[in-house]
């Protein structure tokens, strides 16, 4: 077959379109009648229509290939599954893509897909029961491995003892069983185990030296359409409040910075104990773990017993009663300046009948005297 060059096609078709006849130009050309009439009806191209051409074909090629790949996202199978698997999976997208696509997703001929959808040679049943086989398999290895394997590695053990699947179908089925190897979650669980919620103190409100037993409370007290939340420490053996702070916000960073406040300014020497109650700001890795860098021993008041941490609940009553609820503060600087006025009050000044009515700094001092 004789292959003519685009010069000599433009040349032909050039002749045509000024006039000539088509005996004339095969007369000139020895180029076959046939030959010619295809060029006249299939002209070649201008550079811009090629171009325009091209473009839609490699757009269509980009959109085909973006379809490919959706569907190997939503499939739980790969290329390599036995092939009625691979059907099934095709058949749940069967409408939502092209056929061509659906096809050469997971390399199977359409003969063979139209098969099994329209001549009803599925077999769902099948499917099912490999589904039910796999998920006794991977139970099996799954506890063999006392719960470590994740679905790679129980993949390729079951690729071993002759079992093909893919890693993707077997994560799939895990997730079904809520199986979760423990290399994922183990760190968390031995987190969440170290701030389990203790109750060290038991009501026992009365240590028999300072900083031995600290006690730690938020409160709020509203203002000016705002919410001033108030964090207090306080030292169980005088009922000293040793640190106070003041924000808009009850979070864990109050906490944690009316903590360090208080340990800066007592530096305790001795096994120290913190009790508060189950609030998540007490409860959060962050304080948590600080304390425990501190070596601080934790204690959370038991589930609706307001009791447990009645002393510095206490406290906050005998401030609102006899300060914030029976003054009119004109500026947010009156308010805080009232509390800090308070606390000082409540150390140095007012007697306390559980220190024989001397007041918490007096008991304090006393037993410095003493030792």
Not at 231 to 243: E, F, G, H, N, S
Request: glycine share 2%; hydrophobic share 30%; proline share 3%.
């Amino acid at each position: 077959m004789t292959k003519y060059t685009e010069e000599v096609k433009s040349n032909v078709l050039k002749q045509y379109q000024e006039g000539t006849p088509i005996l004339l130009i095969i007369q000139n050309t020895d180029i076959p009648r046939s030959t010619i009439y295809h060029w006249i009806k299939n002209p070649p191209l201008s550079k811009k229509e090629e171009t325009a051409k091209t473009i839609r074909f490699l757009e269509d090629k980009i959109k085909r290939l973006e379809g490919i790949i959706e569907i190997l996202k939503k499939v739980n199978c790969t290329v390599s599954a036995p092939l009625q698997e691979r059907l099934y999976e095709l058949e749940a997208l069967q409408g939502q893509y092209n056929v061509h696509m659906l096809c050469e997703a997971l390399d199977v001929s359409r003969g063979t897909f139209y098969n099994h959808i329209f001549r009803n040679k599925r077999d769902k049943s099948w499917h099912l029961k490999r589904r039910e086989e796999l998920r006794e398999k991977i139970q099996q290895v799954f506890d063999e491995s006392k719960q470590i394997y994740g679905a790679g590695k129980i993949a390729a053990v079951l690729k071993e003892r002759g079992c093909i699947t893919s890693e993707k179908m077997v994560r799939f089925l895990m997730q079904e069983m809520g199986l979760i190897s423990i290399r994922q979650i183990s760190k968390s669980l031995y987190e969440k185990e170290l701030r389990k919620c203790n109750n060290r103190l038991n009501q026992q409100f009365n240590p028999s030296a300072p900083n031995q037993v600290w006690v730690g409370d938020v409160t709020y007290f509203r203002f000016n359409n705002k919410n001033y939340h108030i964090c207090a420490v306080m030292d169980l053996y005088a009922r000293t409040i040793i640190a106070y702070r003041i924000s808009f916000k009850n979070s864990t960073q109050l906490v944690k910075s009316t903590f360090r406040q208080a340990y800066e300014t007592r530096q305790p020497t001795q096994n120290l104990i913190f009790h508060s109650d189950r609030g998540t700001n007490y409860r959060s890795y962050s304080f948590c773990s600080y304390l425990k860098s501190l070596h601080v021993e934790q204690s959370f008041s038991r589930t609706h017993t307001p009791y447990d941490n009645s002393v510095i609940e206490s406290f906050f009553s005998s401030m609102k009663r006899e300060e914030l609820y029976r003054t009119k503060y004109r500026s947010e600087y009156e308010l805080r300046k009232a509390i800090d006025d308070y606390v000082t009050f409540y150390n140095t000044k007012r007697p306390h009948s559980k220190n024989q009515n001397k007041t918490p700094m007096a008991k304090e001092q006393e037993y410095y005297s003493e030792t």
